[in-house]
T-cell receptor, first 115, second 111 residues
Framework: DTEVTQTPKHLVMGMTNKKSLKCEQHMGHRAMYWYKQKAKKPPELMFV???????INESVPSRFSPECPNSSLLNLHLHALQPEDSALYLC??????????????FGSGTRLTVV | GIQVEQSPPDLILQEGANSTLRCNFSDSVNNLQWFHQNPWGQLINLFY???GTKQNGRLSATTVATERYSLLYISSSQTTDSGVYFC?????????????FGKGTKLSVIP
């Protein structure tokens, strides 16, 4: 299995809602990442998990809360988002932090709209 | 941090034409990848190529790490090649933990 699976593919939520994005990989990778991509821009790093521990938070607002329950799963909990948080959220994994032998594998993303 | 520049920013090709996309980076790298993002947003890994040359069907890539650039060649382009091509690098310096993306080349292949 060489895939990173993200669910849901699309999500519309109100500013008072709580929702979660899910990411799963079964490649034995020990580093997992959340990226945010706005329209017509490149992806930007949000969080890095290494061996299930948060190692990097790129000054992301607390309304985004990551969680890594085990080595295969990565969640992103969303609460009290703003319309400007609407974006494509991409999950990625790699063997270890700093890419490893084969680099990074990305999921197909969750397209989030905040209304 | 490391800087990544891609050129051209936009490219329109007739189906069947060949093209070369360029990626310049400002420092030594551990990792360089080329990705294709399709119109649905999926980011597909084309090549992991921190140095050397690789080929996969109609696509090939070359990275000259000592001169800090990489090239992606697309031959006999097809409409399904349309989308945005990103070059992303991971610097080799201490404290480099992430992929830094270029701004991308938007490719449109017309029939």
């Amino acid at each position: 299995d060489t895939e990173v699976t993200q669910t849901p593919k699309h999500l519309v939520m109100g500013m008072t809602n709580k929702k979660s994005l899910k990411c799963e990989q079964h490649m034995g990778h020990r580093a997992m990442y959340w990226y945010k991509q706005k329209a017509k821009k490149p992806p930007e790093l949000m969080f890095v998990y290494s061996y299930e521990k948060l190692s990097i938070n790129e000054s992301v607002p607390s309304r985004f809360s990551p969680e890594c329950p085990n080595s295969s799963l990565l969640n992103l909990h969303l609460h009290a988002l703003q319309p400007e948080d609407s974006a494509l959220y991409l999950c990625a994994s790699s063997q270890v932090v700093r890419g490893g032998r084969d680099g990074y594998t990305f999921g197909s993303g969750t397209r989030l709209t905040v209304v | 941090g490391i800087q990544v520049e891609q050129s051209p920013p936009d490219l329109i090709l007739q189906e069947g034409a060949n093209s070369t996309l360029r990626c310049n980076f400002s420092d030594s790298v551990n990792n360089l990848q080329w990705f294709h993002q399709n119109p649905w947003g999926q980011l597909i890994n084309l090549f992991y190529i921190p140095s050397g040359t690789k080929q996969n069907g109609r696509l090939s890539a070359t990275t000259v790490a000592t001169e800090r650039y990489s090239l992606l060649y697309i031959s006999s382009s097809q409409t399904t090649d349309s989308g945005v091509y990103f070059c992303a690098v991971e610097g080799s310096g201490a404290g480099s933990y992430q992929l830094t993306f270029g701004k991308g080349t938007k490719l449109s292949v017309i029939p």
